[in-house]
């Protein structure tokens, strides 16, 4: 028998894209995913089930299912796309639930890998040039993403402590650039003036969508225990990811960003969330040795994914879109 995969969050950009290459592998024989909407990508057999926004059904789908193998990407880690209470259910009480239902008795799961964010250690002028793995926050954290990431590690801390058994990785994940994602951070680059804050010129890692998908399936199939920083190697100024997509600023003041961007907001052309408004005064930059020294090799360093990303714009410029919208049928699919 090959290994039986449980997906949470399975139409979100993460969880999708993790089904497609799960489903190229043979060894994976089962392929489960959860989410409270339908898959926004095609999959040939990877079998969607919907679930509530706290994904209190997890229990009943592992027992039923004899899953070896969890990969929860639902974390909310955009604060423009969804309510506190939302984000609350989503990514404390989803993470609390899906733990519940790998620690319960006669459990078959034997391994876990959390896809997190950078976002946890925040952005300050006192923090270090490289966050470690074992490195703190300088402060308190300030937006309620911070908050919720915070407490799911604390959850993921437990689990690791009274599951011995378990291979439970997290790994934090810096800014991702790439073809298809859509984020703050991409919609800003490709706006005719790019935001930035006046008097700040902040140092940013990324890491390629390519590089995330291979990072999620290295967790997934090694035997990698323990909290890993994901990132592109080097960092790179806001005015230098800016010259290379071509583009020019249009200052912001330090204070009061939400009353200057409101006419943007308006337009639907770019809503800046708190913690990349934070991200542009102080970047942030993270030490991703451990994750390398595990074995993982990068196919993007932090220039080249922003390299890829704005070549991968021009060429949609030039000849188009390719492929129409997915949208998934439950008559069809069944």
Known sequence: MGRRVLITGLSAFWGGRLAQALEADPDVEVIIGLDTREPRVRLERTEYVRSDENYSILSRIVKATGVDTIAPTFLIVDSTTASARTMHEVNVIGTMNLFAAASAAGSTVRTVA???????????????????ETDKRAGSPRTRVERSLLEVEGYVRDFA????HV??????????????????????????????????????QLVHEEDVVAALLFALEGDTPGIYNVAGDGQLPWSEIMAIAGKRGIPMPPFGVDVATEPLRRLGLVDLAPELVELLKYG????????????????????????????????RKTV???????????????
Not at 320 to 334: C, I, L, N, P, T
């Open 114 to 132: 959390v896809k997190s964010s950078a976002l946890g250690y925040g952005s300050s002028p006192q923090d270090p040039y490289w966050f470690r």
């Open 284 to 315: 942030r930059g993270i030490d991703n040795r451990a994750f390398k020294a595990a074995g993982f090799r990068y196919r993007y360093t932090s220039a080249g994914a922003v390299e890829a990303f704005v070549e991968a714009i021009r060429l």
């Open 320 to 334: 188009g879109e390719h492929g129409g919208q997915y949208r998934y049928e439950d008559d069809v699919e069944q």
């Open 167 to 204: 291979r439970l990785s997290l790994l934090r994940f810096s800014n991702v650039l790439g073809p298809d994602i859509v984020t703050p951070l991409t919609k800003a680059l490709q706006l005719p003036l790019v935001p930035k804050v006046a008097g700040y010129d902040p140092r940013f």
């Open 161 to 164: 402590r009274d599951n011995p």
